[in-house]
């Protein structure tokens, strides 16, 4: 009988296309006997219910899905993200669009620091002989592999901007220098046409600091929730002449106070005790440490709504100050020259997401501490540019397209969508002249192309290819 009645359902399975009703359910069950009878001989009925609730299990367990959503298995790639369903057309364009989304992106700010520290001690790194050329090191920050953004990542310290890191009652703290232009940190850079605009940010409300402020505040709120690392200045150590811009010279962290991790936990909780800590200690957030590097924007990836505007700072530090991973977003930490983050990186003792290995790259230009604070310091009223990596998909690869590549369309289309060609990454290679992408070959192995022309007083990373042998 249950033979029967299955094979009935499968002869039926045109009725399983759509959410079955009670009249739906009911013709399902009549024809389903109908047939079983004519097999097995039954003569009568049997009870509705019994053979009602077969007939749902069935339709519930084995439905049928419309023909245009099916899709076969598709090979593994290591780039890119597992395909979601997608309405199938007879001749897709050759530089495509984005997937069916429900919704768009959401978008929030957020500030990262990039602490540079001088490195003098002998035999204080953790590294190889002979020592990097650098003369400084780079906090690197690992993320819990629990975090749904970058897990497992080597990053810089930083997060999301909150309301409490614009809240008027800073302006206590502030009271010396709010009759100078940002607070001190001098006259505002120009304005430039920015790319792309962006949906109004989750957090996009008004607050009574100038965003410069406000997103330094965030970066070094964050660098002690993170790191237990305090960018902090007592109150009236800067006089206002000397307040006038940003510091001259390399500064330190402050050494934390008794009852670090009690503090560190209350501001975890509610970002509003970072207020009270500075009050606690007499402090104010040393913004004037904290140099404009670079704006980074989330690029568009499939199945992920999460995305972030996030302003990068630099801050030179004269030593190292000591480091406290939280254990929850953090798990580990460790001072790296550039060259040796990248050997790291290659190595697979570490990884890196594609802004971070640029950075990384680009303060390889520096010799020393000092070359770099000097830069910042030169470059102070150029500002940052702002820097939305477009996607391309190549036959065998990934490129992430950089503002003033031959390749990158500045079009707002392109917040939701990638491009796409049947091309492999070395075809495209081969054709172009004018480059600023990270050409992505696995999870360890970036390329970073870049022959445009400086802008705004910045460097830019020198080229970087991957050896063959690690292809």
Known sequence: MQLSFQAAVNNNRSLATDRPGPARVTRFCLRAFEAVRSHAGVTSLPEAGTLRVEAELVLVLKPRRSPALVRGPEPAQELQPAPEPELQTPSPPPVMSSPLRPSPSVWRRAATVVLAAGWTRPGAATSRSPPPSEGFRLLLLQRSQNQGFMPGAHVFPGGVLDAADRSADWLHLFSAHLGQPRFGLGPAPPARASFPVLPDAADGQAGALPDDVAMRICAIREAFEEAGVLLLRP?????????????????CALTPP????????????????????????????????????NVWLTPFKRGFSRRFDTAFFLCCLREPPSVYPDLAEVVGCQWSSPSEATKSFISKEIWLPPPQFYEVRRLENF???????????????????????????????????????????????????????????EEIMKEGKKFHRIVIHGHHLYDIHVTIQLKYKHVYPKNWVISKSHL
């Open 235 to 251: 109150r009236g150590s800067l006089s206002v002449p000397e307040s006038q811009g940003p510091a001259r010279e390399p500064g």
């Open 367 to 425: 010799a020393s501490l000092s070359d770099l604070h000097k830069f910042c310091l030169d470059r102070a009223l150029e500002g940052t540019e702002r820097w939305l990596p477009i996607t391309l998909l190549t036959a065998d690869g990934m490129v992430q397209l950089l503002p003033g590549d031959e390749l990158y369309l500045e079009d707002s289309d392109f917040l939701e969508k990638f491009l796409s060609t049947e091309k492999t990454t």
């Open 258 to 293: 008794q009852g670090l991790e009690a503090w560190r936990a209350r501001v975890r909780r509610d970002p509003r005790h970072f207020l009270r800590l500075c009050e606690h200690l007499d402090c104010t957030p040393d913004i004037w440490a904290l140099h404009d590097w």
